[in-house]
């Protein structure tokens, strides 16, 4: 017999969706909060959304309010759904929205109510008492869980971004976590991850910590999630691996059958264009530089072993949390990797006409050092404060104006942060036309900001050419590379 999400990728195909109608009978949404009212309610939407439905999710405590004619109601529209498609020729998965949480012998009654009492397909749990509370409903293959991951309520941080090192002593967020727990947990294919649409960001690393897993992504609708971002963010290679739960934005609508159609053609629309873009990129990874002509691989190497580039989990200035942190300051702890930096540098100058090298205080002074030392350039340097005594003296060096300087750094992240360095030169007379930097760690961004002054970028290695080269070497880990593509692209 085929698994939960065997079962859930067919009924995708055979209707072409990824809505997961939400069945919310919502009290002020009722001609009389009764159970009956509450049934109506459904079988009407089921009625008119099911050509167009993947899955339906009901929420348990719309019925449970109800007390017992509530469950016996929730049993009857599970039940009816079940008919409906059945004799569309399709069945349609339910997921029980219950986010139940126990262990032992209560979470092995939990299972039984959702599995069998009620016939439901799935269930929504909290993970939170780990393995053994997820297990009894874990046993029959064709029953599925979705566990709660990174859900999309304004509080979630508070528990799910907590950092923690239980991934071999690796720094992660406890819902990260949580996600690669869920892979090893899935040797039956029938766990998946609840992962809200509201947070893109975290989406995409979630999904490159959990590759293979479906997700179920609610917050689209009426929560305002961006429906295109977090299918791109979300989407497994395969363009599935996601259902998108919509409720009121379908329940409320003046039509809405017309609704779900709409929703379930967006939604197939996006995964078109995302298709193209990825055979696009297929192409492209067709031509990427063999690792034997990959340019500095010892520097490359260096920038991993002396930790210059980490990975992991790490509080940015902003507050993000990003897998990825890059630290160009270490490189003076070794003066054969600096001497590395300084050859690298090299044939990039060599191109380029100017009179000095004008390295940017305070991480650029080292590596500019080396450079002029290698190069035999003569080097100036901005302050980033004027000299308050003496020659009170903004550019340090020897230097005329009407001389040309070419800006030195060791990162770029955006424009903008060179232009301080650059306006200081300029005010003294110097003419600069280009930056050149160890790695360009923007996609594109900065390379048009300073365009736009009329400079131009260039860079020993791009951030993203240094991933695809560790990723290749197996250096690092495929899912710490994915993590870090996905953090960056957003």
């Not at 348990?60 to 007390?67: I, K, L, Q, R, S």
């Not at 008492?129 to 293959?141: A, E, V, W, Y």
């Not at 955006?414 to 300029?426: C, R, V």
Request: hydrophobic fraction near 45%.
């Amino acid at each position: 017999m085929e698994s939960f999400f065997t079962f859930l990728r067919r009924r995708a195909e055979d209707t072409t969706s990824l809505l997961c109608v939400g069945l919310d009978p919502h009290p002020g949404d009722l001609p009389e909060p009764t159970a009956s009212a509450a049934r109506d309610f459904c079988l009407r939407l089921v009625e008119a959304t099911l050509p167009y439905a993947a899955a339906y999710k009901p929420n348990a405590a719309f019925f449970e309010m109800y007390g017992p004619e509530g469950w016996a109601v929730l049993r009857e529209v599970i039940q009816a759904i079940r008919e409906a498609s059945l004799a569309k020729g399709s069945r349609a998965p339910v997921i029980l929205d219950a986010k139940r949480g126990d262990i032992a012998s209560t979470a092995e009654a939990y299972a039984q109510s959702a599995f069998h009492t009620l016939g439901a397909d799935c269930i929504t749990l909290s993970p939170y008492l780990g393995k053994d509370s997820i297990d009894p409903f874990l046993t029959d293959h064709e029953k599925g869980v979705f566990l709660l991951c990174k859900t999309s309520n304004p509080g979630a941080g508070d528990l799910q971004d907590l950092i923690t090192t239980a991934d071999r002593g690796q720094p992660s967020a406890v819902y990260i976590h949580v996600a690669r727990l869920a892979q090893t947990w899935n040797a039956r294919g029938n766990v998946g991850l609840v992962v809200g649409a509201t947070q893109v960001d975290a989406l995409a690393r979630v999904r490159a910590a959990a590759p293979e897993l479906w997700f179920l992504a609610p917050g689209v609708g009426a929560q305002g999630g961006d429906l295109a971002a977090a299918l791109q963010a979300g989407l497994r290679p395969d363009g599935l691996g996601m259902l998108i739960p919509v409720s009121r934005a379908i329940s409320r609508a003046d039509d809405p059958r017309r609704a779900a159609a709409d929703l379930r053609d967006e939604m197939a629309g996006i995964q078109l264009v995302l298709r193209r873009k990825r055979e696009a990129g297929s192409r492209k990874q067709e031509n990427l530089i063999p690792i034997s002509q990959f340019p500095f691989p010892e520097l490359a190497d260096a920038l991993l072993t002396l930790g210059c580039v980490k990975f992991g989990a790490f509080t940015l200035k902003s507050g993000q949390v990003s897998p990825i942190y890059i630290d160009l300051r270490r490189l003076v702890a070794d003066p054969k990797v600096l001497a590395l930096v300084a050859e690298a540098f090299i044939p990039v100058l060599e191109k380029l006409q100017f009179d000095h090298l004008a390295a940017l205080p305070y991480a650029a002074l080292p590596i500019g050092t080396a450079v002029s030392l290698r190069g035999q350039y003569p080097m100036i340097y901005p302050r980033k404060e004027a000299k308050a005594y003496g020659t009170k003296a903004d550019i340090e060096g020897v230097y005329q104006p009407g001389e040309r300087a070419v800006v030195l750094d060791d990162l770029i992240t955006t424009g903008s942060s060179k232009f301080e360095g650059i306006d200081k030169l300029t005010g003294a007379g110097l003419l600069v036309k280009d930056v050149v930097v160890l790695i360009d760690r923007s996609t594109g961004h900065a390379r048009a900001e300073l365009a736009e002054r009329g400079v131009r970028l260039h860079a020993v290695f791009t951030l993203a050419e240094l991933l695809d080269y560790w990723e290749r070497t197996g250096q690092v880990e495929a899912g710490q590379i994915a993590e870090a593509r996905a953090f960056l692209s957003n």
